[in-house]
């Protein structure tokens, strides 16, 4: 205080161009800040307006249109309904993991072995393990160890019985062990470099067959809110398959090549995928840990008609544990169920436990379950709780806070009625994508974030997966990266002028909608053009005292988007490579028209653009997508009314 009455004796002059300065600069920042909040709410309100344009298409760009469809549409909702979970009604298990001890559980023998309880005799496990070089089918179990209440066990999988006094068995159960391995640890530590990339994360990956985005939001509605929700994850809309099958579609995303170019085709069917320089290949070559599961040995995707790996593919393979689950008939309760234990719940455990045991250390895996989901449209339902305990484990328990999680399917439903119809044509070709980022990494890189929630609504494909995963591995933040020969890291933009020719999508597997012009005068235009007067109407109608209603003068212009003829008439795919047929057949019931038209109204010449939806089954026929736009001046037509909303349609009476 005495310092400021010091200057004000001393040096008055100086002190009032202080506060001249300080006094227009004040207002200066006001000024400036009304104009960033007036700019910002602008942006909002042109973000707002742009998510309404946008409304009724998944992707909506210059290279693609691609309709937002009802996952309950009138033409399938009579093949489409809720099966629940599936009750696995075997007796409870006996024995049980812990870590890597194995633990007889007496209370169990008492409550639900009631006639094994006096006459139990002895239990063992055995070992099983990969028997050959030259196969991926044949396993064998080690010598018998005997235990009585408990065991430490040192061996990744295991088949454990129990004998009656008879010495028969009347308990047979099998179990995993995640643990470290020597000869896997000590590469990692020779190999674990990050060769200049700017963040090191993990990358889990797990695949569902046969689920298309919209049986993911039917189906598996609890799992699917968690990823979106509570991890933040991105809904890949625009995500589309490249090829017929499960493998013809993995391949492109863990090699970043059709079948035909690995090169692979059909007379290499006793050939092992050995050579192949897949994903987990690359991530092992940088010091990580590395996983393969899958359940369901006998139609797994390396194996089905094909060979597999005749050396170990990856650090950690369940295979060996599915065919020896597979040959044990009497453990099956059911289809899906082994013992009192869901299938599915086999693979997603073993995976847990894999990314529980390396949280801290670097690690890749990719797991796919097929069984549930192959040969019924409504089993998937069956997963959602499974699915949803597994990422709330994952979440919980730390295993996501330096992991990219990538949840996804391959095609959608292949098979079945639903296949005639345009919904079912276009969910075979759009399976789900979603890809979950650690939260620090959103808030480290916002730039990416925002890229990420852009390309959500852009054409994506199994290439960009893989593309985009080797841009996790090599992580550099201002790097464009390229080094994928069909494939677009969704870490970068993907441009808005993107086709399926672009994206490597075949004609009869694109979903996106061809354009044509078309007469005005057509019947289903004029009736569009009536629809888009109706809408404005009816959002004036509460203010018709002041506002003329509207009437179309003439359709100014029309254009048609409509799905292409090789998707609408597509019948089936034959062979994967050599002699590849595709056959066409009857077009699909239910198939969507959209009309783009330009329209004039009186009394007020007004121009207005916007997009009809026909759907020739629905009692609301023509359908308004989104905002309607003028595209004249107004000037003082609708002075009348203070609607920000209503005055490109308001013509004062």
Known sequence: MIEVCFRIQMAPRKLKTHFLRLFFGSITIVALLFVFRSQKHSENKSKKNQRKKLEGYLVHTAGCKLPDVDPWDQSITHMVRKTGPIKCRGPPALTYMDKRRLVFNKKVLKNNYTAYANYLS?????????????????????????????????DEFIRVRCYDKDNKVFYTNFHTIIFRKAKTENRCRKKSKRNGAEETMNVVMVGLDSVSRLNFIRQLPETRKYLLQNLQGVEMLGYNKVADNTFVNIVPMFAGKFAENLPWNETMSNIPFDKYNFLWKQFSNRGYRTLFAEDA???????????GFFKQ??????????????????????????????????????????TAEFKMDKHFSFSFITRLTHDDLNKVGAADEPHLRFLKNMHHGGSLNNTVLIYFSDHGFRFGNIRTT?????????PFMVLVFPPWFYKKYPEISQTLQTNSGRLTTPFDIHATVLDIMTFKRRYRWNNSEKGLSILRTIPETRTCEDASIAPHWCTCQRTEKVNPSIDRVQSAANAVIDSINHDLYAHRAICAPLRLAKVIDAYKLAPSEKVLTFHQSLNDVIDRKVFYGSRAKGSIEEYQVTVLAEPSNALFEATVR?????DDKYRVLGDISRINLYGNQSKCIENYRLKKFCYCN
Not at 297 to 304: C, E, M, V
Not at 422 to 430: D, F, P, Q, V
């Open 313 to 354: 593919p990856t650090d950690y393979y369940l295979r060996p544990y599915n065919l020896a689950i597979e040959r044990e008939k009497q453990v099956w309760s059911n289809k899906h169920c082994i013992g009192s234990k869901l299938e599915t719940n086999h693979v997603l455990d073993w995976l847990y436990d894999f």
């Open 422 to 430: 345009y919904i079912g044509k276009l969910e075979e070709r759009l």
């Open 297 to 307: 040995p006998l139609i797994s995707i390396f194996n089905y008609v094909k060979s």
């Open 614 to 618: 026909y759907i020739p089954q629905s």
């Open 122 to 154: 002895k239990c063992e496990y055995q070992a099983i393990i990969r028997n050959s070089e030259k196969s991926d089918n044949i396993i064998k179990y080690l010598k018998p160890v005997a235990f009585k209440d408990e065991a430490e066990v040192n």
